[in-house]
């Protein structure tokens, strides 16, 4: 699919553990929602010379010479995302979505301020108010969860925000495959003259391609990764739409000086490419395939009567949750690993197992999209999930089943050696 040069150094030690990576990536299934592939450009664009150059500050005002090709790049960046999330404001510095959602909350709040996010085993995120995170350690954050039908509960939302008025509503997810009805969440945040801070990390691609909800109208604030569905290189930006451009001016001095020093420019290059390669209907039809591996891996496990979080999925990932099955996330994992298919332990909804144990899994397609998979594909990987699950510890079935992971594999190659 996309060409890569293999020998980048001589040093035998690294290339030796590059190729086995290569070989690990092209043999193995990788269902890890947050997980996918870059084109050669981006690829490249990541290994180029403008990782030699410093940047600090912003275009046309850096701390350092030499900048004019840089001014350049960042340019184009901004603009070609301002183009893509259709916004007034980007800033394109952030090293990674953790930075994003950092310089965002601190560019309008200060430290000990209440925010609401979702709770972390209810599909939020680290940064959104883990206590082992710095948004836990800095803010007083409150968490909503979704409803017994693993829904969000905006009547929750709102009897919390009353309560603890906080100065931030965060809407955004890492593992929740239900739809959010922004709108309703702007709604609140104004009854309580809060910010709305939305992270779509996970969903930046299916809501450039229109078959997600997009919160861009609604929220004050955007935050994103560009690694996930966007399938650029990995790094964070900004957004706004908002009318204030001092708020705008308040998250760039968050950005630099605020949290980071230079920007990756090398980043910055590749997620210019990632933008326009984010243009126009491959973009879209690639999305609308990662939805369609997504409800046809769904139907396989509902047939066989799995317990689906959220009782489906409205985007591009979903939970089965183990429990009836009496086994862990991480047992499964482990054990699908051997199998090489390549998935993620996760907490369900007020899961009684530690984040390192845990009762379910998270699967997703955009990596398995990606390198060619339809429908076909993605039952047959969801049939030899069910059997792995099923049949225990069967060393034969998993050695079965990883063979034929590996002839899968082999039909749909990710990168072609130059
Ligand atoms: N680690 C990412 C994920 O897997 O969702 C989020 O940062």
Redesign the pocket.
Known sequence: MFNIKNKITKDKKISKILKKEKIRQENQVTL???ENYVSNAVLSAQGSIFTNKYAEGKIKNRYYAGCKYVDKIEKIAIERAKRLFCVKYVNVQPHS??QANFAAYSSVLKYGDTILGMDLSHGG??THGSDVNFSGKLYNFIHYKTNKKGEIDYSNIRKLAKKHKPKMIVGGF??YSGDCNWKKMRKISNEINAFLLVDI??IAGLIIAGLYNNPIPYAHIITS?THKTLSGPRGGIILSNHDDKNLFKKIDSSVFPGCQGGPLVHVMLAKAIAFKEAYGQKFKNYQIQVIKNVKAMIKIFKKENFKIVSNGSKNHLFLLDLRKNNVTGKEIEERLYRANIVV?KNNIPDDDKKPSITSGIRIGTPAITRRGFLERESQKIAKWIIQIIKEKDNLNTILNIKNKVYKMCKLFPIYKNK
Do not use: D, K, V, Y
């Open positions: 890890i929602a947050s979505g953790t995120h680290l890492s593992s990390s996970h990764t993620n």
